[in-house]
């Protein structure tokens, strides 16, 4: 937590909300929309997220990326509709002086000071990078999420990338992340990647996912409530099925082989706690795009207390009424840091929240209700889409679990052994969670070991707390006082 | 369709489109890593891609530990791969 140089700035916004994504577009327009001040904070170069991805050159209300057209652009980009219609309504807002949007902004901390917040911000948009203060009375967090991984052996290679990786290097840089890909995991995120792959001319040696395929059958009420997601899924199918991609289910990713660069990748036949022996196949491959769901981003809800709860996937999650409101008075939380639902329900939940924070909530319970029977949807989905049992059996001694700080399981497990039985003690007796990334991609895999091989209780939170939210240099930290008092002279 | 532009890694000229990233355009001329670990300098390169694992530090103008899946790239911009911390040059 950084040292206050003095009292807070005036407040400058009613509202402050933090990520751009679907969930903070809706909110920052709802509450633009109800006659909020509001500031928006986001480290993209353009509104959209990690959802509605361009490249970086398009303006404000510019979504076409260079040579790509219409047609190619609505393949790999869904509910552009709903974006356009909330770009436009930012536009207005941002023109009517009302809202302030912060782009290339990234929120690295949070502090309250009595009833007003503050979001220090980087601000990235210029040649020299400093800190800002962002205050408010209110505060809207849609951090987002990053894919879940689990360690594998050989899942360091280059080559081996995540889903979300694969996605972003398509959808926002028009690059196939390789030339002969397999898409692997689980969950329902898997197949609008490898479609996307397919058609745009990779070739994409199967779909691997490690849940048994209509599982979510089990969960049909749910399922039929929303038969508009179904009819997603389906146009994703149809375009494997078009370029022949096959898709399996029950068929878990094991292990990664090569020597400096991704050769081949194994998978297995999957049973309710393992794999089936001899099942295994080799599949040639120069890419990996691989993850088994999603982890939401909790540093800036956790900084300020709010209270936490374990999801149906395992994540851990904020828990918010049903304004979105967190049991921190004045701070709400909208899309996958409240329960990974995907962008739709995130819109949802965006709209209430922002409503409620411009001080005029959601009269309409059509939008509350959709809320419910899209949760429903979710809570199927990560039912049906567990990250595969028996994977901690697969992580051999040698299987990297940290890797910015390289510690491997075994050693991992001779800290486990010497009484480290959680995550939080392992990190500092083993290092894992102590690197650049601070555990973003092995706290969930740290939580998991760690309980599996001491009996003890899974405890992901011990793993989640990060006071610093984005990595900021000391440079920058010292001349911060200097430019938070309103003088932006470079450094 | 603008005109590609070029970055240069390790001496090399890699083209580039606009509002691509610098891995982005490593990635689409075929390179994989460019980044060998502190402990065991094994190869590293794209992860996450979005700007989570910190594998894909690279050094850009000079500059170490810059993540190349974040970083845009820019006509002229000098990449090399990164050995360790990227500051072997502070030591003493």
New interface residues.
Partial sequence: MPTSPSEPAAPTADVVVVGAGPAGLAAATAAGARGARVALVDAGTAPGGQYWRHPATARLGSVDPPGVDEDALARLHHGLKDYRRLLDLLERQVGAGTTRYLSQHHAWAVEQYGETFTVHAIDRSGPTERTVPVTGHRLVLAPGAYDRQVPFPGWTLPGVLTAGGAQALLKGNGVAAGSRVVVAGTGPFLLPVAAGLATAGADVVGVHEASMARAWLRHSGAVLRNANKLGEGLGYATTLARHRVPVRSRSVLVAAHGTDRLEAVTVARATADGTVPGSEQRLDCDTLAVGWGFTPQLELPLELGCETRIDTDGSLVCVVDDDQQTSVPGVLVAGEACGVGGAVLALVEGAIAGAAAAGVPVTDVRLRRQRTTLASFAAAMHRAHPVPAGWTDRVTGDTVVCRCEEVTAGRLRQSVDAGATDARAAKLTARPGMGWCQGRVCGYATACLTSAWSGTPYRPELAATRPVAAPVTFGTLVVRGQHESGDRADP | ??APTTITFDGHEIPF?????V???L??AGI??WRT????G??????????????C?IVADDRPNQRA?LL?AQNGMRLASQEGTGRAHLTV
């Fill in positions: 369709m603008s489109l606009p509002g691509q990233t891995g982005a355009a990635t689409a994989r890593s670990t502190r402990v065991e094994r190869p590293r390169g794209l992860f996450c891609g979005i700007g989570v694992c910190f594998d530090l899946c845009l």
